[in-house]
């Protein structure tokens, strides 16, 4: 007979009451960190010194006023977190996920050595923008909307560093709960801490993008270490490059991370497949495969190319109207860089024109200018009023418009087909006339499928056999040869058996 009794526990969690001075003399000594490559949103100072910090002030007030027992703050021992990592390594079947593994587990020894005991899961922004600053006598204004009454005497516009020692004493040992996860399954506790920073729900996405796995270490590697991305999306600080991030999109709540995992979730896919719902999207986070983490570091190449490319290092304070591409805009340039680039993409087998790497575009600065222009006036109600109708003048089906109004497959794939059949032919020998691209990358067979679909799979030159397929050995044939005028533009070129074409030659 079992002796066991009670509930089965995931998590083990150990509250504690510290005061606020013990608290802050361990995020002084360091002895706290947090590790914004998992766990966390991100840090929000904006927020929390907008109006002259009245978000601080007004936490502060609430907190020595009473409330520093409400919300507790949530962390765990470095040493828990490394053996559930030391775990991970051990279980792992996937080599690319190990590598990942083996380099989270060296970052928190190297927290160990520097002291630090506590990863903080909960509580970032109430303790180092109000608390530490406010300790330290760096609030951006200190004069309170609500009066301080200590020990009789009115306070409402003073720095804690001038109070005399009786008083600092009197706000040091206000007490707080800490949270303590001790042991148990990790992502249990992660869940159980998630909807409580700062009273604001969650989303299942930022649920997933704080969870400790390899993928999200390397998303929010990205988001919060890496100087190209931050300047392309924002940073909180620095304003970004890139329009609409708004809603689900929005920085503080990790925008960036979710629309890289859409880009990731494309190319998982060969772009045949949509952006992913929010559900797929976590599920794909949290079992980190491998070709997840192969994807993210294409589309971490393709946005690098692209910040480079549009120098957002220099411009870090546009305000939305400023900035150069949407988050539509920039899904679609890389898709365009994905398309012509990539092997695994579902239309790079009949895309117009293809390279071997973005070494081969010299001018990458106008290649990616004159997309996000085209990419703007295609979507414009005053530049292609045929494209928008009805009541409210919204974009039409079976138009660019209308396609990226979404990202479901259909989207997706209707996107690349305008991308295709219609920038790409109308610029791809411009590209290479004008040094855009290397010489060796333009080849004419590159219209094979698009000639065989323009010809309804038939062979002009074939009476006996005329049907063709995608599957149908075929030579691209000039009508009027090079050597005659001829050019590679589809209006001249059809597509024949290799027979017939060595029998026609290049004499006719």
């Known amino acids: 007979m079992s002796t066991n009794t009670g509930i089965q526990k995931d998590v083990i969690i150990i509250p504690d009451i510290k005061t606020v001075g013990e608290l802050y003399n361990l995020a002084k000594q360091k002895q706290i960190q947090v590790m914004p490559e998992w766990l966390q949103r991100l840090m929000q100072p904006k927020k929390w010194q907008a109006s002259k910090g009245k978000k601080t002030k007004s936490f502060l007030s609430s907190f020595f006023k009473g409330s520093?027992?409400?919300?507790?703050?949530?962390?765990?021992?470095?040493?828990?977190?490394?053996?559930?990592?030391?775990?991970?390594?051990?279980?792992?079947?996937?080599?690319?996920?190990?590598?990942?593994?083996?380099?989270?587990?060296?970052?928190?020894?190297?927290?160990?050595?520097?002291?630090?005991?506590?990863?903080?899961?909960?509580?970032?922004?109430?303790?180092?923008?109000?608390?530490?600053?406010?300790?330290?006598?760096?609030?951006?204004?200190?004069?309170?909307?609500?009066?301080?009454?200590?020990?009789?005497?009115?306070?409402?516009?003073?720095?804690?560093?001038?109070?005399?020692?009786?008083?600092?004493?009197?706000?040091?040992?206000?007490?707080?709960?800490?949270?303590?996860?001790?042991?148990?399954?990790?992502?249990?506790?992660?869940?159980?801490?998630?909807?409580?920073?700062?009273?604001?729900?969650?989303?299942?996405?930022?649920?997933?993008?704080?969870q400790p796995t390899a993928l999200s270490y390397e998303l929010n590697r990205a988001?919060?270490?890496?100087?190209?991305?931050?300047?392309?999306?924002?940073?909180?600080?620095?304003?970004?490059?890139?329009?609409?991030?708004?809603?689900?999109?929005?920085?503080?709540?990790?925008?960036?991370?979710?629309?890289?995992a859409e880009l990731i979730y494309m190319l998982n896919y060969g772009c045949n497949n949509g952006a992913g719902n929010e559900e797929r999207l976590c599920d794909m986070i949290i079992a980190s495969e491998g070709r997840s983490i192969d994807n993210f570091n294409l589309v971490q190449k393709y946005l690098l190319f692209i910040a480079s490319s549009l120098n957002c290092m220099a411009n870090t304070s546009l305000n939305d109207k400023q900035k150069p591409i949407s988050k539509e805009g920039l899904r679609n340039l890389v898709l365009l860089l994905d398309m012509i680039t990539n092997p695994l993409n579902a239309m790079n087998h009949s895309v117009l024109f293809k390279i071997r790497s973005l070494k081969d575009i010299k001018q990458p600065t106008l290649f990616c200018e004159e997309?996000?222009?085209?990419?703007?006036?295609?979507?414009?109600?005053?530049?292609?009023p045929q494209d928008f109708g009805g009541a409210k003048n919204n974009p039409i089906p079976d138009t660019y418009a209308f396609a990226n109004q979404g990202h479901n497959p259909s989207n997706i794939q209707e996107r690349m087909k305008y991308i295709n059949y219609e920038y790409i032919k109308e610029n791809y020998e411009k590209w290479t006339a004008e040094s855009y691209v290397s010489d060796s990358t333009v080849n004419y067979k590159s219209w094979e499928n698009y000639l065989k679909a323009k010809n309804n799979y038939i062979d002009p030159y074939n009476k006996a056999d005329p049907v063709i397929d995608l599957r149908s050995k075929v030579h691209v044939d000039h009508i009027k040869p090079r050597k005659k005028g001829g050019t590679n533009e589809p209006e001249n070129l059809t597509v024949t058996n290799p027979t017939s074409n060595l029998i026609k030659g290049a004499r006719y």
């Open 68 to 210: 520093s027992l409400l919300t507790p703050f949530y962390w765990i021992q470095i040493d828990v977190l490394g053996e559930f990592i030391n775990e991970e390594i051990e279980l792992s079947e996937d080599k690319v996920r190990e590598k990942i593994y083996l380099e989270i587990a060296a970052k928190i020894n190297e927290y160990k050595s520097a002291g630090v005991k506590y990863i903080l899961l909960d509580g970032q922004n109430r303790l180092f923008e109000a608390l530490v600053n406010f300790f330290d006598g760096k609030l951006i204004d200190n004069e309170f909307e609500e009066t301080f009454i200590v020990n009789g005497q009115q306070l409402n516009k003073f720095k804690f560093t001038e109070l005399d020692e009786d008083v600092k004493s009197l706000f040091f040992n206000t007490q707080v709960i800490i949270a303590e996860g001790m042991r148990g399954k990790i992502r249990s506790f992660i869940e159980s801490v998630r909807d409580l920073n700062d009273g604001e729900s969650w989303s299942k996405f930022e649920g997933a993008i704080i």
């Open 223 to 260: 988001s919060f270490k890496n100087p190209n991305i931050q300047s392309l999306y924002g940073n909180g600080v620095l304003s970004g490059n890139v329009s609409d991030m708004s809603g689900g999109y929005e920085i503080a709540k990790k925008g960036d991370s979710r629309h890289m």
């Open 371 to 384: 997309f996000i222009k085209w990419d703007k006036n295609r979507k414009d109600k005053k530049i292609n």
